[in-house]
């Protein structure tokens, strides 16, 4: 609840506000793809290497990077903007496969989708109500994100230094006496091992394809917003909203169905889904029909955080839940540091429309992909 407070207050306007700035379409870029590249050093936290236990790295580097948000209130200038964001996305990737080993040790394989899903109810509820508020805030002008994004960076570091509450299962979590034991760094046949999976390399294949075309365009849409739909700052806070409630929905539909269903159905329902949002770029500029594909975006988001977390935890055993997210991690980190350059670069050469058409063939071939696989239940 306390994160859903932070994210409604500062996510849905990072690129919007940039751009309102005077941040370029490369500035733009960098905020998109500040996790990707963050998450390529994923490889680097797949263990508990300082041996503090597997809470600490998703506590303290969420608090920190959080709390770099505060200095928000000097920053005007869209050089210094886009820095900070950047480092604030960097520092908070580090907690993605400690996360992972946490949901793995805490929570039955049969109930995670369920069980995950409802801890975004509170969340996602907060989450609906502080965007638009936020966005009726800097309606008022645009510069008022001084105030509102430090004082959601108290919210987010409450949130992280809150999850340091939770206490490990260490009856769950077999390969461990407890959450103190110290693990050593990981080799890199270890990291090679979840490639043997076939079923593991089959998902990277379809989701590969899929992710590198939504990222193609993903900071394409807040360009196209600000400098050919003039979106206001209360409309960006709305479409937050509409992110935030079909991403609650989504959580309620993507829970069961992942407890259900095999790898190859939620993903190729995932990728129908995500291939509207290029699909209504590509078609209108009307602000009421990109409300549709921020509402497919809220359900594409769910599915992919929850496809990332849920159904690769199925592949795996406890001790090799943090190699194979790393894994998954760090390919994304690569796509992510590619995909939105490109795209921004293909923005210039060809225009929008043109990114829009390939991100959408791209998300087809990866289905396409999905759908050619053996089916199997992970």
């Known amino acids: 609840m306390l994160f859903g407070i932070f994210g409604g207050m500062i996510l849905p306007f990072i690129a919007i506000i940039g751009r309102k700035i005077g ?61 900070l ?24 394989d049969s109930q995670r989708g369920r069980l995950m899903s409802y801890v975004r109810i509170g969340n996602t509820g907060l989450w609906i109500v502080t965007s638009a508020i936020s966005g009726w805030i800097l309606q008022k002008g645009t510069d008022y994100y001084h105030y509102i994004f430090p004082v959601a960076a108290i919210f987010g570091v409450l949130s992280a230094l809150e999850f340091g509450r939770i206490k490990m299962s260490c009856e769950v979590e077999k390969v461990r006496k407890c959450d103190n034991d110290r693990e050593l760094m990981v080799s890199l046949s270890n990291l090679a091992a979840p490639f043997k999976n076939k079923t593991f390399r089959q998902f990277l294949t379809s989701y590969s394809l899929f992710e590198f075309g939504l990222l193609l365009s993903i900071p394409i849409f807040p360009i196209v917003l600000v400098d050919e739909v003039h979106i206001p700052n209360l409309v960006a806070g709305i479409y937050g909203s509409i992110v935030a409630a079909f991403g609650l929905a989504g959580f309620f539909f993507w829970g069961y169905f992942t407890d259900r269903h095999t790898e190859k159905r939620v993903f190729s329902a995932i990728s129908l889904i995500g291939g509207c949002i290029p699909l209504i770029y590509l078609l209108s500029r009307n602000l009421w029909v990109l409300g549709a594909a921020h509402a497919a975006a809220g359900l594409t988001y769910a599915g992919m955080e929850l496809i990332g977390y849920v159904v690769i935890t199925r592949m795996s055993s406890n001790s090799e839940v943090p190699r194979y997210m790393a894994v998954y991690i ?36 990866g289905f396409i992909s999905a759908a050619r696989n053996k089916p199997e239940r992970v």
């Open 85 to 108: 964001i950047f480092i604030y996305l960097i520092i908070t990737a580090i907690p993605f496969p400690s996360y992972a080993f946490v949901m793995k040790a805490n929570y039955p």
């Open 23 to 83: 941040a370029t379409d490369f500035q733009i870029a960098l905020l998109t793809t500040a996790p990707f590249i963050a998450n390529i050093f994923a490889l680097f936290w797949t263990e508990d290497i300082f041996g503090k236990g597997r809470i600490w790295y998703v506590v303290w580097p969420g608090a920190i990077g959080r709390g770099l948000l505060l200095g928000m209130f000097f920053v005007a200038a869209p050089f210094y903007y886009t820095l």
């Open 330 to 365: 760090a390919l994304g980190g690569l796509r992510g540091g590619i995909a939105p350059f490109l795209g921004t670069a293909l923005k210039s050469a060809f225009g929008a429309s043109t990114v829009f058409s390939l991100s959408l063939f791209l998300i087809f071939l």
